[in-house]
């Protein structure tokens, strides 16, 4: 090969190493991060019971590390190559963290329903943009398609699935979405389930969708009790009840 064509040879290897291609997909490449949620977690182990209530007259004291914790989530705004089990344990532990707030900002509430907006104000602060609950639950985690995100999220009411009081965490979350479901499809105080009668939380009736993308309710129900179910068997739904989970 002459000169010049060693010239080109080279030209065209550097050419392609920087290109925007090679860069977009070195960009896009899913990577686990650094965050830590062990702030949220302190919290969550000194304020909330194994059964998910919450000592907010305590937590009270606190509210310094939470806000600590909420600036910290709202600088280390997700990427695009985040992977997914990163992105679903930021999102989780963000919604409950900000819940929190949201109830410690208005101590002492009976519910959160008396609450000017809970869900659809502007004010939990990821990056440069604001986002509510509401964003965070539907324009962000039910875009993920995994139904069982609405047993890991909490609205600080008896009827919700319970906050663990450990937080969501990347390298195991497949396993703590797995118990969380398992565990509140099965609590006889948020559905009344047996081989001939089926009243389920009014979660199964909002999210419906969300559950049968891949089957029918009763299917997923099955898949947690271990009973099976006719397909017309009729299904009842619960009042949900929207008392603070205080302890």
């Known amino acids: 090969m002459n000169q010049k064509g060693i010239y080109f040879l080279l030209f065209c290897v550097f050419f392609n190493a920087f290109s ?22 302190e919290l969550l182990e000194k304020h909330v019971d ?39 344990a930021y999102y989780i532990n963000l919604y409950n963290a900000a819940t929190v707030k949201l109830i410690l900002q208005h101590y002492a509430v009976g519910s959160i329903q008396e609450i000017k907006q809970p869900w659809g104000r502007k004010w ?51 396993e703590q979405l797995e118990q969380a479901t398992h565990a509140f499809i099965n609590d006889p105080q948020k559905n009344q389930i047996n081989p001939d009668s089926i009243v389920l939380s009014a979660l199964f009736k909002w999210y419906k969708n969300d559950f049968t993308e891949n089957g029918s309710l009763l299917g997923y129900i099955s898949r947690y009790t271990g009973i099976s179910y006719p397909k017309n068997a009729k299904i009842k739904y619960l009042k949900y009840n929207w008392s603070l989970n205080a302890q």
């Not at 899913?30 to 830590?36: F, G, L, M, Y």
């Not at 059964?51 to 004291?61: I, Q």
């Not at 039910?142 to 319970?162: L, Q, T, V, Y």
């Open 20 to 41: 925007p291609l090679s860069l977009t997909a070195q960009d896009t490449t899913e990577k686990s991060t650094t965050i830590s949620h062990k702030l949220w977690g």
């Open 50 to 88: 194994e059964h998910g209530n919450v000592d907010y007259y305590s937590f009270r004291k606190n509210i310094d590390i939470l806000d600590k914790y909420l600036q910290y989530l709202a600088l280390n705004e997700p990427l695009d190559n985040w992977s997914r089990a990163d992105s679903l």
């Open 124 to 174: 939990i602060r990821v990056g440069e943009h604001e986002l509510s609950l509401n964003q965070i639950e539907h324009k962000i985690l039910r875009k993920m398609h995994e139904p069982r995100i609405h047993f890991a999220i909490n609205c600080a009411s008896a009827s919700c699935p319970k906050l663990l009081n450990i937080p969501f965490a990347a390298q195991n979350i497949e």
